[in-house]
């Protein structure tokens, strides 16, 4: 049914460090220095992803679920190449739109019209590319007069629609999605849905987190379900979110 693989996963771990022995600077780091040495030695490694191996074909949806701190954005991060793994190989091909931090780049000062540019160049597009598409991303935001507004007067909802209405417009050929669903009010949230559905038909790759299990039965064509940092199912999307579920329901 799928061509070829977008996204591989082989064997990947990502570990942080709960905290830093020179939190409180390098002044504090030698006025204490035999107390930050102990902390240096007492510190615990957060393994945020453990031995996680998968692949996602081109024009699959893969839904990911799972409680909080699973590490499901740390996956999508990972794909995105914001993070690095600490071991094991993340193999992508194609352009990758990280629908992760919406409005991430835009400028407080610039209005809806210029961070719009802005944001499109800094996702890879050209500023030509950014200026033929600016009605219909325009149109997608439903901002109206506000696009002239400078952002720093928008709420966190309106700066979201706002990214999402950039992203979507970049054709990429993954797209990653992080609980950016809740944007807007209800029409707004089927309208990014549709426009997903789109990216699906023409053969695009998603890879989309979400605690709405509804919505990722509805979009996906495989779920995997990650726990403690682990791949603890993939498959058939009823099965897994069934699966799930029953895990919640006995904890």
Known sequence: MFDDVSIRFQHVTKQYHLDSPV??????????????????????PFRAL???????HRGE???????????????????????????????????????????????????????????GVLLGLTRREVLDRLDEIIAFSELGQFIDAPLRTYSTGMIARLGFSVAVHLNPDILLV????????????????RRMQQFRMRQATMVFVSHDLNT?????????????????????PSRV???????????
């Open 216 to 236: 990722v039965a509805q979009i996906s064509d495989r779920v995997a379900l990650i726990e403690g940092g682990r791949l603890v199912d993939i498959g058939e």
């Open 241 to 251: 979110i069934g699966s799930y579920q029953n895990r919640l329901r006995a904890a």
């Open 178 to 193: 992080d609980e950016v669903l809740t944007v807007g009010d209800e029409a707004f949230q089927q309208k990014c849905l």
């Open 50 to 56: 453990v031995d996680v191996s998968l692949e996602v």
């Open 23 to 44: 939190s409180g600077g390098f002044k504090n780091l030698m006025l204490h220095l035999p107390s930050q040495v102990k902390a240096i030695w007492r510190r615990q």
């Open 61 to 119: 949806c893969l839904g990911v679920i799972g409680p909080n701190g699973a590490g499901k954005s740390t996956t999508l991060a990972l794909i995105a190449g914001v993070l690095r793994p600490t071991s094991g190989r993340v193999e992508t091909r194609g352009r990758i739109c990280p629908l992760l931090e919406l409005g991430a780049g835009f400028h407080p000062e610039l209005n809806g019209r210029e961070n719009i540019v802005l944001n």
